[in-house]
């Protein structure tokens, strides 16, 4: 009596990927969501630099391995995320060189050294690479957020580092710029500028990532101007950190959630997927931060104790209501 | 728009009536889902005796009314919950200035508590929980040894459903218990029923409050349905939920859990949580001779009791709709379950 729903990546094949950020714990919990529903995965934290290298001489493979094997053996393209941020980098990248301090080429080489053996091992395995992750400041004037890539290396720490993956990775891995906001006015048009700047000065990118953090509050407006201008750029767009909050960012939060936040929430689901699919010409990824509401990032943040349920499927691996919408829209 | 499933009280109509507990909030938070699934609502907390009656001159209406007041407005019916318990007194029932309270004191205030209540949502009320859990958890034990009982004298329920029989005449009135199916303590109650009714005790129902989880035994449900059923007496199915866990085996300390990261459900649990509440209500249909009422301990996963209880940290999802309103699959399942038979 309850009609099974046609799989999202089936529903989605002629407009682009449908990925979710997966944990070791995703794929142990809710792999049977992953397999049917997905056709892109991206490691959540496995990939990023402090998890996979904390260390000159101590490298974690084993959570990025599998995931790459969960990959192939399932036929799931994988999109790996994100050396240079200003989170998640050991601290040992950024101290101790021969006079105690470590300098812009000391800096580079590492990075350098860091790329390649992660390009070595995973660059037949990716198909997209979040090189730069949040690098523009959310406020103020200046465009560049403070950080010891940019402290150290200079202005340029993005040309570098887009320089430098490209040496390690096939062609037919895309590398990516990605930031979250990244459709709110002001902090759009210094991302604007960043990838006209990154473009003018040669650095290799192929790609805008959107975040799309979001909540009902927010503009689709502002996202489809968004969209546009990456878009006039040359640029290919992923929406790469999906995921709909039933809450306004501020609201401190309630134990029970209202009729009203939910029809929210749907509605702006579906609104964002019919966005997404009228600019499939230039979106080839939309991927979730998250598999099911099970788990997700927003349990507890920015409100503590606040459990969130933003994602496209329910804790119980059923798809939500707007999830069903969504893919009813996609097959009309 | 995302609940497309059939009214779930309309289903079962001619089986028994479709309850949730609620708090005030949910009036607003969850006005849709009450409106249209429940004909039958509890008050959680609301009537509760500390917070109706939290000093002994003063008495806190407001919640109540509230709820009172949805239920009129929509038709729905009232289980009142529950006027004599071990917990959620206040403390001033039971002392009299630096003293306990003596026998005649506590009758005197039980007496002038429920005659408050009663004159105030006698008429709006269809069942009363009018003792709640007196029985102990342990085999060989009997009743609990409350602060009622010590100073009140073991025969403080007779006295209880005297007194609310007498301010509510025409209320159905019940005894209310959890782990009911437990077979030591399912005995104890039948033997607590029985003895009230020999004395002609006026008692019209025994209260399953069906606090289960996905490993509990439906052949134990069944057996103490019947055993219960066997007193003659009228059923209500009072709290209903099924946890996604099964108890702790050890005891572990609260400040020791609190620093693990909780594990979360896996598909399994889900499963056989799904398969539980569509085997419960197959059973509830089979006895609606005696079942007249099946009301769950909250209406959405978005809040339960369950949350944070008894593990801190840990989300449970024990209800029939999900966190965002909608039903579940089973909820589907046992809807359709009961308009296929009719």
Known sequence: ?332 | MFDDMPSLCEAYAEYFKIGAAVAPRDLVSHRGLLKKHFNSITHENALKFAPIHPEEDRFDFDDADQIFAFAEENGIAVRAHAPVWHSQTPDWVFQDGAYFADREKLIDRLRTHVEALAARYGDMIYAWDVVNEAIVDEPGGYLRPTKWYTLMGPDYIEIAFRTVREFAPKVQLFYNDYNEWVPHKRDNIVRLVRELQDRGVPIDGIGMQQHVNITDNLDDIKRAIEAFASTGLVLHVTELDVSLYPPMKIRIPREFLMRMPQPKPALEQFKKQHKMYVDLFEIYRSYSDVIKSVTTWGVADDYTWLDNYPVPGRKNYPLMFYADHSPKPFLREIAGAAADRR
């Open chain 1, 1 to 332: 009596m309850y009609k099974e729903m046609v799989p999202l990546k089936e529903a989605f094949e002629k407009y682009f990927l449908i990925g979710a950020a997966a944990s070791p714990d995703d794929l142990r919990l809710h792999s049977d969501i992953l397999k049917k529903h997905f056709s892109s995965v991206t490691a959540e934290n496995c990939m990023k630099f402090e998890p996979m290298h904390p260390a000159p001489d101590v490298w974690n493979f084993s959570d990025a391995d599998e995931l790459v094997r969960f990959g192939k053996e399932n036929g799931i393209a994988i999109r790996a995320h994100a050396p240079v941020w200003h989170a998640q980098v050991g601290r040992w990248m950024f101290e101790d060189g021969p006079d105690g301090r470590v300098c812009r080429e000391l800096l580079l080489e590492r990075l350098e050294k860091h790329m390649k053996v992660f390009g070595d091992r995973y660059g037949e395995s990716v198909y997209a690479w979040d090189v730069v992750n949040e690098a523009v400041a959310d406020s103020g004037e200046e465009v560049l957020r403070n950080s010891d890539w940019k402290r150290i290396i200079g202005e340029d720490f993005m040309v570098c580092a887009f320089k430098i993956a490209r040496k390690f990775v096939p062609e037919s891995v895309k590398l990516f710029y990605n930031d979250y906001n990244a459709f709110f006015p002001k902090k759009h048009e210094k991302i604007m500028k960043v990838l006209r700047y990154l473009q003018e000065n040669g650095a290799p990118i192929d790609g805008m990532g959107m975040q799309q953090h979001v909540n009902p509050s927010m503009s689709l407006d502002d996202v489809k101007r968004a969209i546009e201008n990456y878009a006039s750029l040359g640029l290919r767009l992923h929406v790469t950190e999906l995921d709909v909050s039933l809450f306004p960012t501020r609201s401190t939060g309630a134990e029970a959630i209202t009729d009203r936040a939910i029809q929210k929430q749907y509605d702006f689901y579906v609104s964002l997927f019919e966005i997404y699919r009228s600019y499939s010409d230039v979106i080839d990824s939309v991927t979730t931060w998250g598999v099911c509401d099970n788990y997700t990032w927003l349990d507890g943040f920015p409100v503590r104790g606040r459990k969130n349920y933003p994602l496209l499927f329910h804790y119980d691996h059923e798809p939500k209501a707007y999830t069903r919408k969504i893919v009813e829209d996609a097959l009309k």
